[in-house]
C-alpha cells in the first residue's frame, strides 16, 4: 500500500534537491510504498523546482511569510499528504505531526543540530582533528518544533579520513544519504520505526549501526 509522502527540500537558486529525487526515483518502482504528492522549496524558481518540473512532481512555493503553522498545515492538506519529510530544507518547521515529519541530517546528533551543509561537515572535522569524535554520521530523526531535536531513529556512521576536507566529507556522507534514505524513510511509511510523538522512550524500530 502506498502512502502519501510531501518532501521539503530548500535547495539554492541553482541546484540542489539531489535527495528528493532520490525518493522520486525509488517511489516509481512498483515495489515501493511511497507516493510523492509534491516537492516543496523556499526559493520559486530555484534548482528544487528544476528538478520537481523535470521529474513531474507537483511543486510546491513556500516564502518566508508563509512559514507558519497555518502555512505548513495548508500543504498538507491540499497534498493529502499522509507523511511529510525534509531532505534539506533549512527552516524550521512548525504545526505538523511530530509522529509523521521526518528528517535527515549530515552529521551526528544533537552534537552538531543547528547546522547544515558545508558548515556540518566543517564543525565535524574540527572535532575530528580535536579527538572528540572519529566518525560523521548520517542521521534521521522525527521533527519537532525545535531544531534538530527530535528522537533520532537511525544513525549510520561514516569514517572520517585525516586527509578529509569539508568537500569530500560531505561527498562521502551525501553518497550514504541517497542510499539509505529512501530504505529508512519507507520503513517510516510502513509503521516499522514510530514513536508517539510526545515521549522518546516510545520510540521504536530504531536502527543504529
Same mark, same amino acid.
Given at each position: 500500500?502506498?502512502?502519501?509522502?510531501?518532501?521539503?527540500?530548500? =535547495?539554492?537558486?541553482? *541546484? *540542489?534537491?539531489?535527495? !528528493? &529525487? %532520490?525518493?522520486? $526515483?525509488? !517511489? %516509481?518502482?512498483?515495489?515501493?510504498?511511497?507516493?510523492? @504528492?509534491?516537492?516543496?522549496? +523556499?526559493?520559486?524558481? *530555484?534548482?528544487?523546482?528544476?528538478?520537481?518540473?523535470?521529474?513531474?512532481?507537483?511543486?510546491?512555493?513556500?516564502?518566508?511569510?508563509?512559514?507558519?503553522?497555518? #502555512?505548513?498545515?495548508?500543504?498538507?492538506?491540499?497534498?493529502?499528504?499522509?507523511?511529510?519529510?525534509?531532505? *534539506?530544507?533549512?527552516?524550521?518547521?512548525?504545526?505538523?505531526?511530530?509522529?509523521?515529519?521526518?528528517?535527515?541530517?549530515? =552529521?551526528?546528533?544533537? &552534537?552538531? #543540530? +543547528?547546522?547544515? #551543509?558545508?558548515?556540518?561537515? $566543517?564543525?565535524?572535522?574540527?572535532?575530528?582533528?580535536?579527538?572528540?569524535?572519529?566518525? !560523521?554520521?548520517?542521521?534521521?530523526?522525527?521533527?519537532?518544533? &525545535?531544531?534538530?531535536? #527530535?528522537?533520532?531513529?537511525?544513525?549510520?556512521? @561514516?569514517?572520517? +579520513?585525516?586527509?578529509?576536507?569539508? =568537500?569530500?566529507?560531505? %561527498?562521502?556522507?551525501?553518497?550514504? $544519504?541517497?542510499?539509505?534514505?529512501?530504505?529508512?524513510? &519507507?520503513?517510516?511509511?510502513?509503521?516499522?520505526?514510530?514513536?508517539?510523538? %510526545?515521549?522518546?522512550?516510545?520510540?521504536?524500530?530504531?536502527?543504529?549501526?
Amino acid at each position: 500500500m502506498r502512502r502519501n509522502l510531501l518532501v521539503f527540500a530548500s =535547495g539554492d537558486a541553482e *541546484g *540542489g534537491g539531489s535527495g !528528493s &529525487e %532520490k525518493l522520486v $526515483e525509488r !517511489s %516509481k518502482h512498483p515495489d515501493s510504498c511511497i507516493r510523492i @504528492v509534491g516537492v516543496v522549496s +523556499n526559493y520559486k524558481n *530555484g534548482g528544487v523546482r528544476k528538478r520537481a518540473d523535470r521529474l513531474g512532481i507537483p511543486f510546491f512555493y513556500l516564502p518566508r511569510s508563509h512559514q507558519t503553522a497555518e #502555512g505548513y498545515q495548508e500543504l498538507v492538506r491540499v497534498t493529502g499528504a499522509e507523511f511529510v519529510t525534509l531532505s *534539506g530544507w533549512l527552516k524550521l518547521v512548525v504545526g505538523l505531526d511530530p509522529r509523521t515529519t521526518f528528517n535527515i541530517h549530515p =552529521g551526528p546528533l544533537p &552534537e552538531f #543540530g +543547528n547546522t547544515f #551543509g558545508h558548515y556540518t561537515h $566543517e564543525a565535524v572535522l574540527a572535532a575530528f582533528h580535536r579527538r572528540e569524535l572519529t566518525h !560523521s554520521a548520517v542521521t534521521m530523526h522525527f521533527v519537532t518544533e &525545535e531544531y534538530d531535536q #527530535g528522537p533520532p531513529f537511525f544513525v549510520h556512521r @561514516v569514517p572520517i +579520513n585525516f586527509d578529509d576536507t569539508p =568537500g569530500t566529507l560531505g %561527498k562521502r556522507v551525501n553518497a550514504e $544519504e541517497h542510499f539509505w534514505q529512501w530504505q529508512i524513510t &519507507e520503513k517510516v511509511l510502513l509503521g516499522e520505526i514510530s514513536w508517539d510523538g %510526545k515521549d522518546p522512550a516510545s520510540l521504536r524500530g530504531a536502527i543504529f549501526n
